[in-house]
C-alpha cells in the first residue's frame, strides 16, 4: 500500500502540484522554494515546500522522508537556498530523524500541515539554518 500511495502521490507532485505552485509559491506566506544542488547533475533544483521560520531557520516536514529527491539531494550537499516572500535566502540544511514530526507539524502552518499528514508516508523534519 506504502509504494502506491507514494507513487501515486509523486506522480501528482511531479505532472500537477509543483508545476503550479513552483509559480506562486515562494511569494505565499507559509510556503517557499527550496533550491537544491542536483546530486548527479550538479543543476539547480527547485522544489516548493511548505513550512515556518522559526527563530532564524526555516522548518519543514518531508512526506516521503528519504525517498523525496530533494532530500537525497540535501543529503548529498546540504547547502540550499529558500525563496520565503519574494527574496532569496541562502542556508544550510539539516535531517532530523529523531524529531517527533506529528507534534512538528502541529507547529506548521495548518493547511500544508493536513496535506503533509494526508498524503505522506515516511515523514521526516527537516531545519534549514538561514545565513
Do not use: C
Request: no cysteine.
Amino acid at each position: 500500500m506504502t509504494s502506491t500511495k507514494q507513487r501515486r502521490v509523486n506522480w501528482y507532485h511531479r505532472h500537477i502540484a509543483n508545476p503550479l505552485l513552483r509559480r506562486v509559491v515562494g511569494h505565499v506566506p507559509g510556503q517557499a522554494l527550496l533550491e537544491t544542488t542536483g546530486r548527479r547533475t550538479g543543476l539547480p533544483r527547485r522544489t516548493p515546500i511548505g513550512g515556518r521560520v522559526i527563530d532564524g531557520s526555516f522548518w519543514l516536514v518531508s512526506d516521503h522522508g528519504r525517498a523525496s529527491a530533494y532530500v537525497r539531494n540535501i543529503e548529498a550537499d546540504p547547502r540550499v537556498r529558500l525563496q520565503l516572500r519574494s527574496r532569496w535566502y541562502t542556508g544550510t540544511a539539516h535531517l532530523l530523524p529523531d524529531d517527533d514530526t506529528r507534534a512538528r507539524l502541529r507547529r506548521l502552518p495548518r493547511l500544508n500541515s493536513w496535506i503533509v499528514r494526508l498524503l505522506g508516508t515516511d515523514l521526516l523534519t527537516i531545519r534549514i539554518d538561514l545565513d
